[in-house]
């Protein structure tokens, strides 16, 4: 039995649980901004965060370094290196979105321009770590999906501020 393409198999599973359910959460919010309600909305989205979200981003990086442990030659390739740096920036993502939701469990407001900005982030990276592991090539992708996202992330990180 192939290890690696084992752990490779369940870390695409899990990553895509992750970022799927870190969509919906953000989704959550937006619907929650409009419906203004506070503490059901709230409950919701700590129990999918505390169930779904994190575990799943959790096993996502564990599987990711046991393929790296596994299979070294992936670190000596520069695609893997901004594959890195984009998962560093939606680790970043995650962890407003957390920042976010806590506010909304204590009732607090949510602007619905800072959670679309963390939607279009999580979209634009999702992009950017898709196109790098099935090209492996990453000058063109930092280009395409790289400048964009880290512009989304900036600009919601800043609206974030204000609100």
């Known amino acids: 039995m192939d290890?690696?393409?084992l752990i490779k198999s369940l870390?695409?599973?899990t990553?895509?649980?992750w970022i799927g359910s870190l969509y919906v959460l953000?989704?959550?919010m937006v619907a929650h901004n409009k419906m203004g309600q506070t503490r059901a909305v709230g409950m919701f989205e700590?129990?999918?965060?505390?169930?779904?979200v994190n575990p799943m981003m959790m096993a996502t990086f564990i599987l990711g370094i046991g393929m790296l442990v596994l299979n070294t030659k992936y670190l000596k390739n520069p695609w893997m290196h901004v594959k890195l740096t984009v998962l560093?920036?939606?680790l970043v993502v995650h962890l407003?979105?957390?920042?976010?939701?806590?506010?909304?469990?204590?009732?607090?407001?949510v602007t619905a321009t800072s959670v679309l900005w963390l939607i279009l982030g999580v979209l634009a990276l999702l992009s950017m770590i898709v196109l790098l592991a099935v090209h492996k090539d990453p000058i063109p992708w930092i280009l395409v999906g790289g400048l964009p996202a880290l512009i989304l992330i900036i600009g919601g990180i800043i609206l974030q501020r204000r609100s």
Request: overall charge positive; cysteine-free.
């Open 3 to 5: 290890y690696l393409l």
């Open 11 to 13: 870390h695409i599973i």
């Open 15 to 17: 990553a895509i649980l």
């Open 26 to 28: 953000l989704q959550s």
């Open 46 to 52: 700590m129990q999918l965060y505390r169930t779904v």
């Open 88 to 90: 560093i920036l939606m």
């Open 96 to 109: 407003l979105t957390k920042k976010k939701m806590l506010a909304i469990h204590k009732g607090g407001p």
